[in-house]
């Protein structure tokens, strides 16, 4: 059906920048809304942006300011600029997708997951 790749994680020192991306490949008839969550080891996911099919985003307050997400709609891909990284950002990132494969037919889709660790 549909597949959503991530990458662009990493190791960054405080303060620094990363650009994550993620694209969605498959039997894609029309995009919904994608977006970024993360997850520490023991919590929940959360939010961190979402952009929907009229460009209207979404930002968790700890990220405003600091993240931006954009996409490509030609591309079917979803960017994450984040700057002014914390140390409290590191998680793993997940990609997410909320996509029609049919006209009538549609799922949540979920990316494998990209480390982002911030540390000196």
């Known amino acids: 059906q549909v597949q959503l790749v991530e990458s662009g994680g990493g190791l960054v020192q405080p303060g620094g920048s990363l650009r994550l991306s993620c694209a969605a490949a498959?039997?894609?008839?029309?995009?919904?809304?994608m977006g970024w969550y993360r997850q520490a080891p023991g919590k929940q996911r959360e939010l961190v942006a979402t952009?929907?099919?009229?460009?209207?985003?979404d930002y968790a307050d700890s990220v405003k300011g600091r993240f931006t997400i954009s996409r490509d709609n030609a591309k079917n891909t979803v960017y994450l600029q984040m700057d002014s990284l914390k140390p409290e950002d590191t998680d793993i990132y997940y990609c997410?997708?909320?996509?029609?494969?049919?006209?009538?037919?549609?799922?949540?889709?979920w990316g494998q997951g990209t480390q982002v660790t911030v540390s000196s």
């Open positions: 997410n997708g909320r996509i029609y494969y049919s006209p009538t037919g549609w799922n949540e889709y």
């Open positions: 498959g039997s894609i008839f029309r995009i919904v809304a």
């Open positions: 952009i929907n099919a009229g460009g209207a985003r």
